[in-house]
């Protein structure tokens, strides 16, 4: 059975700086890629950024700069380092498996 669980959300002031981490379980995670999706209630789910198995990575216009994907096959992990965040970046943050698979989800919020 297949599982993503995220943990590393919480309450950040504007300028700060959030780990998210996504835990997978499953014999899926070094041969897929890895995402990290944001959605605010009652909008599309948004793609944040992306990892490849291979390591290439991809980022949306709005966090380019601030936001850094990565990988560690070893642990079966992907994180999400967030840094200068804004309010603007509050909402909950899904990791995905090729999307295929999905986490439940774990909220930032940006406010001060």
């Known amino acids: 059975q297949v599982q993503l669980v995220e943990s590393g959300g919480g309450l950040v002031q504007p300028g700060g700086s959030l780990r998210l981490s996504c835990a997978a379980s499953?014999?899926?995670?070094?041969?897929?890629?890895m995402g990290w999706y944001r959605q605010t209630p009652g909008k599309e789910r948004e793609l944040v950024a992306h990892i490849t198995s291979g390591g290439t990575t991809w980022y949306s216009n709005f966090v380019k700069g601030r936001f850094t994907i990565s990988r560690d096959n070893a642990k079966n992990t992907v994180y999400l380092q967030m840094n200068n965040l804004k309010p603007e970046d509050t909402d909950v943050y899904y990791c995905?498996?090729?999307?295929?698979?999905w986490g439940k989800g774990t909220l930032v919020t940006v406010s001060s």
């Open positions: 995905t498996a090729a999307g295929r698979y």
């Open positions: 499953g014999n899926i995670f070094s041969s897929n890629a």
